[in-house]
């Protein structure tokens, strides 16, 4: 009786994921809102407005501006993924012996999870006994021995270096996919007009990847947003405030030394960030 229900009135069914979605997304995005601009400490039953302090507060607030600027830095790996993952997706494409394989490698770095990838990458890291330095050693380029990710200098670098070999093999898998689903006869055909395997990327192919391209990007941007637990547990946030994320200075800001509204604050900068670099992108594949 209740399936025929269910199968009568199906708009019945989507009330309670929408409901579940509305309340853990959309509310919370609206009390995150208000606590900003709120005076709540936590666990207070009364709260009142008072304004703008908080967001006002982060003009002087060099911490702030520090994080603001890794977290723009972050995004620069967009463009460096999409390079490496466009060139692996080429060389796939080529139908060499072994690309089932090398499929499945690429793609392994992507379903570590951010704590797994931010340990692995501590050890090869590391500067006694660390992977990198030791082959460093090996070869006799002792000149290349560094303190990678505990060196202001080389931090952010460091983990830039670590979400490219994590994110690059799924962009790779995300370009092949758009280009095996080229039709063929255009390649025959322009293979038939003697067109070279270049001119056929660069003219044929290329341009009929935007829609994968848009989708690497979101998926990309998204990541290097929420990639708090691998610079946690890589850095810390250090040395100093080098690796620094508003992301990282969210979560010291509510829960460490319970400035909820401050880190509130933080949030919704955090998600204006998320909307500006990520709609637009959105909408284009939309539109298209």
């Given amino acids: 009786m209740?399936?025929?229900?269910?199968?009568?009135?199906?708009?019945?069914?989507?009330?309670?994921p929408f409901g579940l979605v509305f309340y853990f997304i959309y509310v919370g995005i609206g009390w995150n809102l208000w606590v900003s601009v709120s005076d709540w400490k936590g666990l207070m039953a009364s709260y009142n407005f008072q304004g703008f302090d908080a967001y006002l507060r982060m003009l002087n607030d060099s911490t702030f501006w520090i994080s603001l600027k890794n977290t723009l830095i972050l995004f620069t790996i967009i463009p460096i993924c999409l390079l490496v993952g466009l060139f692996l997706a080429i060389v796939m494409d080529q139908g060499l012996r072994g690309t089932?394989?090398?499929?499945?490698l690429f793609l392994l770095p992507f379903a570590l999870s951010f704590v797994v990838t931010g340990t692995l990458?501590?050890?090869?890291?590391?500067?006694?006994?660390?992977?990198?330095?030791?082959?460093?050693?090996?070869?006799?380029?002792?000149?290349?021995?560094?303190?990678?990710?505990?060196?202001?200098?080389?931090?952010?670098?460091?983990?830039?270096?670590?979400?490219?070999?994590?994110?690059?093999?799924?962009?790779?898998?995300?370009?092949?996919?758009?280009?095996?689903?080229?039709?063929?006869?255009?390649?025959?055909?322009?293979?038939l007009d003697g067109a070279s395997t270049w001119r056929i990327y660069r003219r044929l192919i290329l341009p009929q990847l935007k829609a994968p391209m848009t989708t690497a990007i979101v998926i990309i941007a998204m990541f290097a947003l929420r990639s708090f637990d691998f610079i946690w547990v890589l850095t810390g946030g250090g040395p100093g405030?080098?690796?620094?994320?508003?992301?990282?200075?969210?979560?010291?800001?509510?829960?460490?030394?319970?400035?909820?509204?401050?880190?509130?604050?933080?949030?919704?900068?955090?998600?204006?960030?998320?909307?500006?670099?990520?709609?637009?992108?959105?909408?284009?594949?939309?539109?298209?």
Avoid: C
């Fill in 121 to 191: 990458w501590a050890w090869m890291y590391n500067p006694a006994n660390g992977i990198i330095n030791s082959l460093f050693r090996g070869l006799g380029w002792d000149f290349l021995v560094g303190t990678w990710h505990t060196s202001q200098q080389t931090v952010m670098p460091s983990i830039m270096l670590a979400l490219v070999w994590q994110f690059s093999g799924y962009v790779a898998l995300v370009f092949l996919g758009g280009i095996k689903s080229v039709p063929q006869n255009q390649i025959q055909a322009a293979q």
């Fill in 2 to 16: 209740m399936v025929d229900f269910f199968k009568r009135h199906p708009l019945v069914v989507m009330i309670i």
């Fill in 100 to 104: 089932n394989l090398f499929r499945n």
């Fill in 241 to 288: 405030y080098a690796s620094h994320t508003l992301p990282i200075q969210m979560y010291k800001e509510t829960f460490l030394s319970t400035r909820f509204v401050y880190g509130s604050a933080i949030g919704n900068v955090l998600l204006v960030l998320v909307l500006v670099l990520v709609v637009p992108f959105t909408y284009q594949n939309y539109r298209r």
